[in-house]
């Protein structure tokens, strides 16, 4: 299967512990977003790279949320000190710049982060 | 202040007949829409787009419709089958970004 996943498939922390997530996206899309999605929302953006870059970060990442994509592949994002507000799914998704595509990203299965 | 809307948490459909998905958005510089399947425990799938330029666009049973002077775009599933029933989120995208609806719940009734 070559669609995008995600690692692991749920997360269930203790308040304070860190987490970290991995996304491995489509290989030949240089594109990857990170967005969070809580019962009856639909996913919100958080960040997103092109490559190896972070060309934007939303005013939901607080400080206590870091993103990286180091070799522009796969991405992890890890959240310090976790609190029960972080509790919610958390979708990666990939897209492939190019002549305008639309922007369709294709999103991996998600991280089920529970925070108790 | 919501961008992107759906007005409707859930909507049941007979098989066989049509689905019309509806959504709202405030923002005049999007420029692309798009349309989201979401079945439980899996990311969306992408579903269908259409360009803010066009009024219509199809796929197969899959149609969107854009009306930009009322902010407004459906998607058409006809006929509606039983694996259509998910939670469908609209989505608009303003650059590199895409705002997503709340979603709306679709029942297909045998």
């Known amino acids: 299967d070559t669609g995008v996943s995600q690692n692991p498939r749920h997360k269930i922390t203790k308040r304070g512990q860190n987490v970290t997530f991995r996304c491995d996206p489509i290989?030949?899309?240089?594109?990857l977003y990170w967005y969070r999605q809580t019962l009856g929302q639909g996913p919100e953006f958080l960040t997103y790279?092109?490559?190896?870059?972070?060309?934007?970060k939303s005013r939901l990442l607080s400080d206590r949320f870091s993103a990286e994509r180091p070799k522009g592949s796969f991405s992890t994002l890890e959240i310090q000190r976790t609190e029960q507000g972080d509790s919610a799914m958390y979708l990666c998704?990939?897209?492939?710049?190019?002549?305008?595509?639309?922007?369709?990203?294709?999103f991996g299965p998600g991280t089920r982060l529970t925070v108790t | 202040d919501q961008q992107v809307k759906q007005n409707s948490p859930s909507l049941s459909v007979q098989e066989g007949r049509i689905s019309i998905l509806n959504c709202d958005y405030t923002?005049?510089?999007?420029?692309?829409f798009l349309w989201y399947k979401k079945y439980p425990a899996e990311g969306p799938t992408f579903l269908i787009s259409i360009s803010s330029i066009k009024d219509k666009n199809e796929d197969g049973r899959f149609t969107v419709f854009l009306n930009k002077s009322a902010k407004h775009l459906s998607l058409h599933i006809v006929p509606s089958q039983p694996g259509d029933s998910a939670v469908y989120f609209c989505a608009a995208s303003e650059g590199d970004k895409i705002i997503f609806g709340k979603g709306t719940r679709l029942h297909i009734l045998p």
């Open positions: 923002n005049s510089m999007f420029d692309y």
């Open positions: 290989s030949e899309h240089n594109r």
């Open positions: 998704a990939s897209s492939l710049e190019g002549p305008r595509t639309g922007n369709e990203q294709y």
């Open positions: 790279f092109q490559n190896e870059a972070q060309l934007e």
